[in-house]
Each structure stands twice: as structure tokens, then as C-alpha cells.
């Protein structure tokens, strides 16, 4: 056999082989060639399709850029008013957006206009009106959830607040895109900069950077520092949030983050020498003042209906303000006048705010609620936003103090909890009352000191009296038993707001050491009185809008706590009013349950009460005016310490009474509540401490004694007891003491 043909036979041999690696049948090869699914989709394919639909792409952005013209300017930046209107339909207020004086771009400082450059759009200068990686950036920031910010020139920014609306839609994003092309190529950079700023919504009811100046710093814009341009700069991301005068811990240290940025940048894009920079200070701003027809209660109303409804919808500060609202507050005009009377003849009649230094620090905050609705009948603000601009009611940066304690009890009744030897923790478990007393079981040393330093129960005692008396070392020992885990479960449960610096797993949360303002803890006592059925008060009864729809979310929620745990607790809360520091409240009016609380250093105090119809908190705070320095309480209007009994239990009183005035009050429905076994324990003549009262201590002349009147045959006549008719009377619980001894730290008082 020749060459030729040998070569022919070892090609035909190999023919017969099956490629190695290679399987016949179902999405394989036959012959080298692509079979099933991949005969669709090979790699040539791909990509000529991708380029394909990116040159579709690029086709269809170019006819759109053609096909777009700049619109006219939309109707939010015409402006319209928002009506607010009280329950019964009377009108309130009509608030405009019309607090906007146009400049041209000479009238703002060369540095000022640098620094809203460096800090929202470096490449404002050199860019064609869009940033293609700052959208990408901007894009995988959603998608990563790091947040929605980045993407947006200042061009794209102008023509949203001038041409388009704050909808979060691809087709306002893809017309926002087109039009700003259009619009770079149509205006000069200078003319773009002054509508930017000169449309930017910056908080204070300011609209552009004139009103903006003037709001925040008292100036014309011409006359605008660079430090103050930073502020504005940088505060123009959250309004609401970054504004000084009402920002908390968190919104200044970010706010405090973007002004530093806005120096920073100018300093790496060549506009700021880097020495005067080090130099720089941040300017605060000046205190807010009320706009016009915002005097008294009404701006802090509005307030609070402007947070709820941005709250429920996501709207943003520019979209309410941009106006077409009619909302209807829950706001009763007769609670709500009588609310502001009780303030003002309980606290604001004796106080000499010229004269007395201490005077001119204290702050008062109310929140009442309709418990079968989680209406928000009546709020007290303060005395005016042209003194305090942010609302008392709302604060959140003090303290609760005692009034967290039935919350304590709360989560020992819900998760059945036992004391450290075994037994079920209900208002007639024994405790030990020692002041001082080191707690058991907790790998966190505590031994907190009651107030005055006090023995109480010698040493034994019901929860019901060291409720009625509100003892720490009982309920240091208490929350230990519980677990501060659950007792903060328990608390978000029932309303709270898990924020910076909540104690989660120290025995000192006990004593109300996190942060609340008046409206969470009127939840929290609303769900109480409901049966642990969870309110969330709300001031919007109804909100209307021509061009959107808004449903309130329901202020009456499903089960917080069972019936039986809210209850118990509003049946030794009532033990409190009659028998313990809040009985400055008892009436023969109505029935009420209720709880005191002072803070450390006395710088809050507290009155946190229902009756069936009304849950009303009354907080008062010590505020240094200009600083916003908290400070001690004691020696308001001249008198000693101003704990939850003296001035907020005073006002708490005369408003329920006027409030329920003409109305029928009813009992509560307690057939559920289980105040547990009563225990035996050895009686006891008199506590280790019968500290002498002081005139110093006693609540104003016309506020009623909280040292009750009542004194049991067991209890000798100089230790008058604090123990309702359900605890029993082995058990004697002295009266809370009126020393006027400072409290010492993280130690609420009653």
C-alpha cells in the first residue's frame, strides 16, 4: 500500500473517533457544530445583540433629545398654600410657599457659589448637564443599599425643581436627562447656577438662597460668609434634619460631616487656601422665628402635621411645601384651648422668666390622646416658635425617668417572669426596698440609691407600694429578673423608638434612661388603657391633594401586650394616683391611673396619666436658652425641686378636668388584671430613714400635697403609708420625702 493511500486510511480512522471532551445529544455537537440551545445563543450572537440595543439606545436618546423641549415651569414652582384645619372644619392657618426672592448670580458671593459647587457637583463647570458615573454611582448606591444620593448635576437638579416635579419615576429621570442636555446647551453655566439657587427648598419655610440667608443667618445673600454659605450648602440635603436649631446628636454630626466636606473639596479643587481653611469655624445660625400667622400653638401643630404626613407618604420637605394640601387635624379647638390654659395658670403664671435665671430655662411639652381612636386631641408645643422654634412636644432629647417603669412591669407580667428564688412577678411580689441595694444576677454591677436615700418596707415590699413610691432598688432588681433584653422588646412593642444610647443591656434602664418625647409615651399609656390593644397616636384625621391620594396609616393597631398584662398595669398605676406621688391628680371627677418621673439631675419631670376617655403626658424640661444646655429644674419659680408631682401633675389635672367637663366619665375595665398571691411578710414599725419635710420641696401653694392623708392603724401617725387597699397593709410604704436633696446620677425620682 502506498503513501497515499496509508494517509487515507489513518484520516478515515480518525473520522470514526469521537472528539474528546465532547457528548452527542441534547445541547452538544455533532460534527463540530453548535446543536440545541446553543445553536441560539453564542457568544457572536450576544454581542451583536447588546450592540445592537445599545445603538437602539442611542438612536432613541437622540430622536428624544430632538423630540424634548424644555417645558414650562411646573406648577410647584408656581407654589400654592396648604390649608391645616382644626377637627370640627374650621380653618387654622393657610401656609404659602411664597417666602422666595429671586437674585441674579452677582448678588451671591463667588466663594459662596464655589461651595454649593464643591459639594453637590465638582464638575459642574466642565460637564454637559449630566454625569454618566455619577449616575452609575448614584444607581448602584440603590442597589447596594447605601442610600439614593449621588447621580444628580446641579443642571439636573435645577430642572427638576424648575421644569419637572419630585416624582421617583424612570420617565421623569429620562426626561430630567434629556431636558438638562437641552438646557446646558440652551443657558449659560452662570444662568443655571442662580436658578439652582434660587429654586432649592432649605428648610425654615425658606425657598431659595435670599430667604435662606435671611432665615438662617438674618443677612442678605450679598452679604453671606463662607462659612455661612458652607452651612446653607450643606444643609440643603435634609432640611428638617441638618437644621441647628432643632437637629439632634445625629442630624448635627451629619450636617457638621457635609459642611467639613464642603471646605474640604474647595480646598482639593484649588478655591480655598489650605491654610485659611484651618482657620474656619462653623457659624451657628441664628434662632428660627415663626413665620407670620404662625403665633401660639398653631406652628407647632402644624409642625407635627407635616412630619406625620411626610412620615407616611416619603414625601420630601420641597413636595409638602410646594403646597395643594388640605389637611384636617384630629385637634378638639375646646381640649386644645383648655390644654394651653393649664400651662398657662399651673406653670407659665408663676414663672418670673426675666428675673429668675432658672425660670428662663424651663420648657413644657404635652401630648393628649383619645385612646379608642389614637386621635391626638390636644399638644402643647411651648410658648411660641418665635422664642422656641422646635416643638416640646416632640423633643426628643430627654429623658422619661420613672415613667418607664410600668413598662418594666409590662414585660414581667407578659413573659411571666419569677425573682431570682422562683416566684411569679406580680404587683404582690415581695422585693427588697433598701436604697443602695446591689442587684442579684446581673454580670453589670447596679445598686442604685433611692430617692433621699430612703430604706424602704424594711426591707420587704409589694411592687404595688414600690410602684406608688417609685423605687428604684425594686425595680433595678426587677428588670434584672426580666431581662433588659425583653424589657426593651417589650418597649418597642408598646410604642417606644429604639434610638442612639438606649441601655439595652443594663440593669440602669430601669429608671428611664434612653429617649422619648410626649407623643411615644402617650402610645405607650394609650395601649395601657386599651386593653394592650397598640396606639399609635396620630394628628391627621384626613389629607387631600388634587393631583395624589393619601390614606392614614390606622392609629388603633392589633395586640401590643394581652389584656391581662395592660390591665394589671393600669390597675396599679391607679394604686399611684390614690395612694402614691401622683395622688397631686386624685379627683372625685374622674378615675385615673398614672405615673411621676424626674430625671437625673432633675433637668425633666414627668406626669404620664389616663383616665377610660384621655391619656395625657405632661413633661416639662430645663433648656438653657441659647445653648440648648440641659439643666436642673430645682428651684423653678422659686420653689425646691420640680419633680413629676409639683407642675406637670398640677396642669395634668386642671386640663382633665376641663377636657372631661361635660362629658361622661366612666370606671375602668379591669376584670382581667391579676395582682397575683399576696405574700406574708414580717410588719415593721417605721422604714431605716424618716427624713424630716422640707418647704423647699412642696409643690406651688395651689397644687394639691402629694403626701397622703390616710395613715393605717399598722403604720405609726409619723409615717403616713402609700399603699392602696390592694397591697397588703404588713407592708408599710413611707411617703415620698420632701427634702429637696439633689438626686443623684441616673437616679430618677418618683
Do not use: C
Amino acid at each position: 500500500m502506498g503513501r497515499a493511500e496509508a494517509r487515507k486510511a489513518q484520516q478515515q480512522r480518525g473520522a470514526r473517533r469521537a472528539p474528546r471532551g465532547r457528548v452527542k445529544g441534547k445541547g452538544g455537537t455533532s460534527g463540530g457544530k453548535p446543536t440545541g440551545i446553543r445553536r441560539f445563543f453564542t457568544w457572536r450572537k450576544v454581542l451583536g445583540t447588546f450592540f445592537g440595543m445599545v445603538l437602539l439606545g442611542m438612536a432613541a436618546l437622540v430622536g428624544l433629545y430632538f423630540y424634548v423641549e424644555p417645558p414650562d415651569p411646573n406648577a410647584e414652582a408656581l407654589t400654592q398654600n396648604n390649608v391645616y384645619k382644626l377637627s370640627d372644619g374650621t380653618v387654622m392657618a393657610r401656609v404659602g410657599t411664597t417666602n422666595r426672592q429671586i437674585v441674579s448670580i452677582d448678588k451671591i458671593p463667588a466663594d459662596v457659589q464655589t461651595a454649593f459647587i464643591a459639594i453637590e457637583n465638582k464638575s459642574f463647570y466642565s460637564d454637559r448637564g449630566v454625569d454618566l458615573k455619577g449616575i452609575a454611582r448614584g444607581v448602584f448606591n440603590t442597589v447596594t443599599g447605601k442610600g439614593k444620593a449621588g447621580g444628580s448635576t446641579i443642571t439636573q437638579q435645577y430642572v427638576k425643581n424648575f421644569y419637572l416635579t419630585q416624582d421617583q419615576t424612570a420617565t421623569r429621570k429620562l426626561k430630567e436627562l434629556i431636558i438638562s442636555l437641552k438646557v446646558d446647551q440652551q443657558m449659560e453655566k452662570p444662568q443655571i447656577l442662580a436658578g439652582y439657587l434660587n429654586t432649592n427648598f432649605y428648610g425654615r419655610n425658606a425657598y431659595g438662597i435670599q430667604a435662606a440667608a435671611q432665615a438662617y443667618y438674618g443677612v442678605d445673600a450679598d452679604k453671606l460668609t463662607l462659612e455661612q454659605g458652607a452651612y446653607l450648602a450643606a444643609v440643603l440635603q435634609a432640611p428638617s434634619q441638618y437644621d441647628w436649631a432643632t437637629a439632634g446628636p445625629n442630624g448635627k454630626e451629619l450636617v457638621m460631616i457635609r459642611f467639613n466636606g464642603v471646605l474640604d473639596n474647595m480646598v482639593e479643587m484649588g478655591k480655598l487656601d489650605p491654610a485659611k481653611r484651618k482657620e474656619m469655624k462653623f457659624q451657628e445660625p441664628i434662632k428660627p422665628k415663626a413665620p407670620s400667622g404662625m403665633e401660639g400653638q398653631k406652628g407647632y401643630l402644624i409642625q407635627a402635621a407635616d412630619e406625620e404626613l411626610k412620615r407616611q407618604t416619603g414625601m420630601s420637605d420641597g413636595q409638602l411645601k410646594a403646597g395643594g394640601w388640605e389637611i384636617t387635624l384630629s385637634i378638639d379647638p375646646k381640649k386644645q384651648a383648655a390644654l394651653e390654659k393649664a400651662v398657662q395658670d399651673e406653670l407659665e403664671s408663676k414663672l418670673d422668666r426675666k428675673g429668675r435665671p432658672v425660670d428662663a430655662a424651663v420648657q413644657a411639652g404635652a401630648t393628649s390622646v383619645d385612646p379608642k381612636t389614637g386621635a391626638i386631641v390636644a399638644m402643647y408645643g411651648g410658648t411660641g416658635q418665635s422664642e422656641q422654634w422646635a416643638s416640646n412636644a416632640l423633643r426628643k432629647d430627654f429623658q422619661p425617668g420613672s415613667t418607664f417603669k410600668p413598662i418594666v412591669l409590662a414585660s414581667a407580667m407578659e413573659g411571666k417572669a419569677s425573682t431570682q428564688d422562683g416566684k411569679p412577678i406580680t404587683p404582690n411580689t415581695l422585693y427588697d426596698g433598701t436604697s443602695k441595694r446591689p442587684v442579684v444576677g446581673s454580670d453589670i454591677p447596679f445598686n442604685p440609691q433611692n430617692q433621699d436615700d430612703r430604706d424602704y418596707g424594711d426591707p420587704m415590699m409589694t411592687v404595688q407600694s414600690a410602684t406608688n413610691s417609685s423605687v428604684n432598688s425594686v425595680y433595678a432588681q426587677m428588670i434584672v429578673d426580666v431581662g433588659p433584653k425583653n424589657v426593651k422588646k417589650t418597649a418597642l412593642q408598646l410604642g417606644m423608638v429604639d434610638r442612639d444610647g438606649w441601655p439595652e443591656d443594663k440593669p440602669a434602664m430601669s429608671l428611664g434612661t434612653m429617649s422619648a418625647d410626649t407623643l411615644e409615651m402617650a402610645g405607650v399609656y394609650a395601649t395601657f388603657d386599651n386593653h394592650g390593644k397598640k396606639v399609635t397616636p396620630s394628628i391627621i384625621k384626613s389629607a387631600k391633594h388634587a393631583d395624589r391620594e393619601f390614606k392614614p396609616v390606622r392609629a388603633v393597631g392589633d395586640t401590643a401586650i394581652s389584656r391581662r398584662t395592660a390591665d394589671t398595669v393600669t390597675k396599679v398605676l391607679t394604686g399611684v394616683v390614690e395612694d402614691g406621688s401622683g395622688k397631686a391628680v386624685k379627683s372625685s371627677a374622674y378615675e385615673a391611673a398614672g405615673k411621676t418621673g424626674t430625671t437625673e439631675k432633675n433637668v425633666a419631670a414627668w406626669f404620664t396619666g389616663f383616665t377610660p376617655e384621655l391619656v395625657t403626658v405632661v413633661a416639662m424640661f430645663g433648656d438653657e436658652p441659647g445653648t440648648h444646655t440641659q439643666t436642673s429644674l430645682t428651684g423653678t419659680a422659686g420653689g425646691g425641686r420640680a419633680g413629676g408631682s409639683s407642675f406637670p401633675a398640677a396642669i395634668w389635672k386642671q386640663y382633665t378636668l376641663d377636657a372631661l367637663q361635660g362629658g361622661k366619665t366612666g370606671s375602668f375595665d379591669l376584670d382581667e388584671a391579676d395582682m397575683g398571691k399576696v405574700q406574708s411578710s414580717s410588719p415593721s414599725s417605721t422604714p431605716s430613714t424618716t427624713p424630716s419635710q422640707s418647704a423647699s420641696s412642696q409643690p406651688p401653694s395651689n397644687t394639691p400635697s402629694n403626701t397622703p392623708s390616710r395613715t393605717p392603724s399598722r403604720t405609726p401617725s409619723s409615717t403616713p403609708s402609700t399603699t392602696p387597699s390592694t397591697t397588703p397593709s404588713t407592708t408599710p410604704t413611707p411617703t415620698k420625702s420632701a427634702s429637696g436633696k439633689p438626686t443623684p446620677p441616673n437616679l430618677p425620682e418618683p
